[in-house]
């Protein structure tokens, strides 16, 4: 886990730094390493822990940890694990033997359980035996075609959840041939529905420039860990400076996934191409300006809306919920007006600074952001 560059530490570095670890220390329960809720009035949670891993490894504080604390920490995760591999934080599936038709509502929660031990550095108990039907380079092109790419956005989580377990299985557990199996099934079958019109996944099929944005992101981190070709990329720019709105954010009121989803990929195109230099850099100079807006005022924390914004400004973003047969799908918009901040946004916030400095070079926030590749939010073309 290097920095993402050796530059020193500006005046604005410190400064997000500050405010988010005094998030993270606002949301600590009790003593016991990695235990944290999510906001303000929770109490602990698996989100509040996995997040503030991340936030605290941007910032080079886990360094600070004992390898018998992040032994406790990484437990919690490793305590998700069922015993064919998959993480739940459901009673009553300990010993359950799934298909992939029937693991949707477990890709997510065991994409983050991932995640946030790769963050701690520490490999789960068990193998990941679920993944096994997916080995085979048909199945798993079959698998990844299944999806209803109309919802992009969906389909992209679930597609990079399968991505997470798959690379944590080859590394974790010797299965070398996941990259032949990734090369030639969820290669073959992402590169067949890309639409080129848009360089976005799933418009073709009737998602909007947003949602494919979206679902975008979530398969772009595939590519650049893999080392694949990303095709499209001019049409790939010119989707999304069209997705950005005219106060630099992603999402009316600004909203910590969709302002993270934006600045990753201006960020990562810019390094790909020249195409419209001036416009993404513009973009990109636009969106920081808004993600400062989310910083609270009190110097804790994100907000999850701008600061000049009003509750009749924002539209509630979607959460899904993944039913026992992929066609299930149920979209929920559960926004409540009265919570202002919560730990996922004290992590993109952060994450999206650090890679629009990255990208622009002058902002006075630039310094040594930390990226661990295997977190795949945090895979970039520049690594």
């Known amino acids: 886990m290097e920095p993402m560059t050796q530059i020193v530490q500006t005046d604005g570095y410190l400064r997000i730094k500050e405010v988010s670890l005094n998030f993270v220390r606002a949301m600590k329960i009790g003593t016991a390493p990695g235990v944290y809720c999510k906001e303000v009035g929770e109490g602990e949670s698996l989100y509040g822990s996995y997040h503030a ?15 018998r604390d992040r032994d406790q920490w990484a437990d919690i995760f490793r305590k998700k694990q069922t015993g064919t591999g998959f993480f739940t934080n459901r009673a009553g599936f300990e010993n359950t033997i799934l298909n992939p038709e029937e693991l949707d ?73 996941v990259d032949h199996v990734m090369e030639h099934g969820m290669y073959p079958a992402l590169e067949e529905l890309i639409d080129e019109h848009t360089g976005f996944w799933g418009t073709q099929y009737g998602s909007d420039l947003p949602s494919g944005l979206f679902g975008t992101i979530h398969v772009t981190p595939i590519y650049f860990r893999q080392k694949w070709p990303l095709r499209a990329v001019e049409r790939n720019v010119d989707s999304t400076l069209k997705c ?36 993404l850099q513009h973009a990109a ?8 807006m989310h910083e609270s005022p009190d110097a804790c924390g ?11 400004d924002w539209v509630p973003r979607p959460h899904f919920l993944w039913k026992p047969g992929r066609q299930l799908v149920t979209e929920l918009r559960d926004d409540d007006p009265a ?29 040594p952001y930390r990226m661990n590749a295997m977190s795949l939010h945090q895979s970039n073309v520049f690594e």
Not at 285 to 292: P, Q, T, V
Request: some cysteine.
């Open 53 to 67: 891993a991340h936030i605290l490894d941007l910032f080079g504080e886990l360094d600070n940890i004992s390898e």
């Open 105 to 177: 509502p477990f890709w997510h929660s065991t994409r983050g359980n991932l995640w946030a031990l790769r963050i701690l550095d520490r490999a789960p108990h068990r193998p990941l035996d679920f993944i096994e039907p997916l080995m085979d380079a048909k199945a798993l092109y079959r698998w990844v075609k299944s999806y209803d790419w109309k919802n992009s956005w969906a389909a992209g989580n679930q597609i990079l959840a399968c991505a997470t377990a798959l690379l944590a299985q080859r590394d974790w557990f010797g299965a070398d041939d």
């Open 244 to 279: 950005q709105l005219s106060d630099g954010s992603f999402w009316p009121g600004g909203s910590d996934c969709p302002d993270f989803d934006g600045a990753y990929m201006m960020a990562n195109l810019a390094e790909l191409t020249d195409y419209r230099r001036e416009d």
């Open 285 to 292: 100079r636009r969106y920081l300006e808004h993600a400062l």
């Open 302 to 312: 994100w907000l999850l809306h701008r600061r000049d914004s009003r509750p009749e």
């Open 339 to 367: 919570r202002t901040h919560i730990m996922l946004g004290s992590w993109f916030y952060p994450l999206s600074i650090a890679l629009i400095a990255h990208m622009l070079g002058d902002t006075g926030y630039e310094g």
